[in-house]
């Protein structure tokens, strides 16, 4: 089992840039695929990034695409996602999550894949 914790989330204007952090503690942080989901007030929970064991692979919502980065250091058992040129609709509560996947080099953008979730971090854009 895998603990997940996010940081880093706050108020920004538009056009500005925000990095989350997502710590993990417990079982091997490589053995996990990650990933970042969101969920604005009242709409579903949707996928934003992932990115595999390796750090070899990632894949990105057309949303963020070319705005946002994720990225991982297994030494430090973190995952990250730089978020730039940022957008008020991109306000919402931003999750990791990690999914138990055998290789290394494999992702998934589906919320059932992912086993464990942290708590959240509120990302808020002003216009």
């Known amino acids: 089992q895998v603990q997940l914790v996010e940081s880093g989330g706050g108020l920004v204007q538009a056009g500005g840039s925000l990095r989350l952090s997502c710590g993990a503690s417990g079982r091997t942080f490589g053995d996990y695929a990650m990933g970042w989901f969101r969920q604005a007030p009242g709409k579903e929970r949707e996928f934003v990034a992932s990115?595999?064991?390796?750090?070899?692979?990632?894949y990105y919502a057309d949303s963020v695409k070319g705005r946002f980065t994720i990225s991982r250091d297994n030494a430090k058992n973190t995952v990250y996602l730089q978020m730039n040129s940022l957008k008020a609709e991109d306000t919402a509560v931003y999750y990791c999550?990690?999914?138990?996947?055998?290789?290394?080099?494999?992702?998934?953008?589906?919320?059932?894949?992912?086993?464990?979730w942290g708590q959240g971090t509120q990302v808020t854009v002003s216009s």
């Open positions: 999550a990690a999914a138990v996947i055998r290789s290394l080099w494999a992702i998934t953008h589906l919320h059932s894949d992912y086993d464990y």
């Open positions: 990115i595999s064991r390796s750090a070899t692979t990632t």
